[in-house]
């Protein structure tokens, strides 16, 4: 079925709340544990039709943003889900608790009720209020950062446009773009500083009511982390800071003798030629057509995908006034549909939702079409962001449909925007640990402890006294940090999982790809260690696993490095 073709309706919340309690009820009066299946599984595919709505509803909503009708709709599904999170704990308590249960882990897998034991220490009915009140205040970001637009080169544009000129070969170009860009978060900064603080004592409160100091073990619990926590990710940015910062300087240094500047400005950081970085040919109808050859070309299996997709209006990717910011996949598990989101806009980056987002789609694609349980189609974020970061590099053949002549410029700049993303993710991570630490800090003192991990983990940057910038308050630029907090360490982990691809596909391109289905397939059966593991993958939070990628990938740019650099 076409996405537009799609029926929407606002599901009946209290019909759902009612539907619920028999199926809890009726499982606790259960007398044999195929009863009790039977409960949970009605219960799995009431929660499907809900979930198939609401993004249904989410996904029309950020397409324009400015509709009243979704923009309703995406608040009836704010206030509801933290409502019905109290009958759903309440049936996952059941299970956990059944005189049955051998029989149900048996049935299930004991990584189900080990997501269960997480779900049941991150809720309580009384968080729902504050549950409600945090889904309101990311709207309201999401609706600010959506309608924020810029007076440039003639035009009025929404930020995303900007992006090719924030990469233009003409430095005061780019400059000028990225003032641009400072004025206009400048101009809203009360209101973005408001909300984060609203935000961060928000979620703070919300851990302190489940015994918490904080919200940092609510934040890794509600991203379903099982098989690490705190003490592994500092290890984790140890490493980085110590054994990657150190390879990506020199990257860097590399950089700015190629493009022939005396310092590196932000406004210098992602433009990586003197004439220019590389661009995608044609109209944002051939790089789709682009992108539909080179992945019935890669393989059957994303042959099959793709044309899916493709015939089913599966993504909408143009830039538009209203439209939501950034880029993302989700899926309308009723259809089996995944579903791309994005913003084009004439750069190299719309290739990258064609790799990075359809890499989602297809672990999406792959699950929803196999039989594993619903509740284990999807494995932790940082094992979906494997999903699409390898699939970056695994496209790598057919990066020529795109490019042509540039694609070596294209491959050289995508391993470097790969590997100095890291320490910046990194970055992220760490600031939000101490926001959540220091919920009390005054704006101005936040965007000092920005400062601090930029030297830290950026030292070759300058933000050349730009507003915004300047006053290191462009975090505030970052979606995940408002929206999806904690969240972007799991890109970096992703990354190293993503180069130990590459290398293998730079020697064996079978190999690799085969490494990778059996990655995608196993979908949420096995925490990310035990996927790592499976394919043997080393685990990036090993001792010694960055220094033994970082030294690889630094050869790699070397010996593929312009003969200009």
Known sequence: MKFSEMPYSRPDLEAMKANLTACTEAFLAAESAQEQIAQYDRVTDLSVEFNTMGSLANARHTIDTRDEFYDAESTFFDESWPQLSVYFQRLNEAML??????????????????????????????????????????????????????????????????????????????????????????????????????????????????GYPNFIQLGYDRLGRNCYGQKELAAFRDQIANDLVPVIAEVKEAQRKRIGVDRLHIYDDKFRFPDGNPTPEGTAEEILAAGRRMYE??????????????????????????????????????????????????????????????????????????DIYPDLREPTIEACECHSMSMEFLTQDYHKYFFGAQTAKYELAHCEDSLDFIPYGCMVDEFQHLMYENEDLTPDERHGVWEKLEKKYRPWLSMDGLPFYGRYAHWQWKPHIYLNPLYYIDYCMAGTVAFQVWTLSLQDRKAAWEKYLAFVDQAGTKTFADLCQSVGLRIPYEDGCIREIGSGIRDWLKAHAPVEA
């Open 97 to 210: 608790d059944s005189k049955f249960r051998p029989e149900l882990e048996a049935h299930y897998g004991s990584l189900l009720f080990l997501k269960l034991e997480i779900s049941r220490r991150s809720f309580k009915p009384e968080l729902v209020e504050l549950m409600q009140e945090e889904n309101r205040l990311t709207s309201r970001y999401q609706k600010l950062y959506a309608n924020m637009t810029v007076e440039f080169d003639g035009k009025t544009m929404p930020m995303p446009m900007l992006g090719k000129y924030k990469v233009s070969a003409d430095r005061a170009v780019r400059r000028a773009a990225y003032e641009a860009e400072g004025k206009a978060f400048d101009a809203n900064r009360a209101e973005l500083d408001e909300i984060y603080d609203k935000l961060v004592h928000n979620r703070n409160a919300q851990g302190r009511m489940l």
């Open 297 to 370: 070309e890669l393989s059957p299996e994303t042959k099959e995908f793709i044309d899916f997709l493709y015939d089913n209006e599966l993504l909408d990717v143009l830039s538009r006034e209203g439209k939501a910011p950034g880029g993302y996949c989700t899926m309308f598990e009723k259809y089996k549909a995944p579903f791309i989101f994005s913003n084009f806009n004439g750069t190299a980056g719309d290739v990258d939702v064609l790799t990075h987002e359809a890499g989602h789609a297809f672990a999406f694609y792959r699950a929803m079409n196999s």
